[in-house]
């Protein structure tokens, strides 16, 4: 599976933008999809996913800010950001999960890990 992240960019605090992550070669349809992020200087932390059954899974730092929604139709997750703050700042990725049998919030249990997009909240 190809993953394409796109839909980053600069933000006011305050700010929201939606992300994309489009999926070819195979549909994504029955696997759980996470997003993640790095901020320069830091390890790749988790941010949200969702299951096939549509069960969604946030890192509180995003909890009522954050959703992410997924269109099968169009093979693609969307992650969708709200009330940014400078904190969010960092080049998100998202993925595909191929271990574990339930939600995992660890990077090492996905794979097919797209370029990433860069999202940059301003003060």
């Known amino acids: ?70 269109d099968n139709a169009k093979n693609t997750v969307y992650l969708q950001m709200s009330s940014l703050k400078p904190e969010d700042t960092a080049v998100y990725f998202c993925a595909r999960q191929t271990r574990g049998q339930l939600l995992e919030i660890t990077p090492k249990s996905y794979d097919d890990w797209g370029q990433g997009t860069l999202v940059t909240v301003s003060q």
């Open 1 to 70: 599976v190809q993953l394409q992240a796109s839909g980053g960019g600069l933000v006011q605090a305050g700010g929201s933008l939606r992300l994309s992550c489009a999926a070819s070669g195979r549909t994504i349809s029955s696997y759980t999809m996470g997003w993640f992020r790095q901020a320069p200087g830091k390890e790749r932390e988790f941010v949200a996913a969702i299951t096939w059954r549509n069960s969604v899974h946030y890192a509180d730092f995003v909890k009522g800010r954050f959703t992410i929604p997924r």
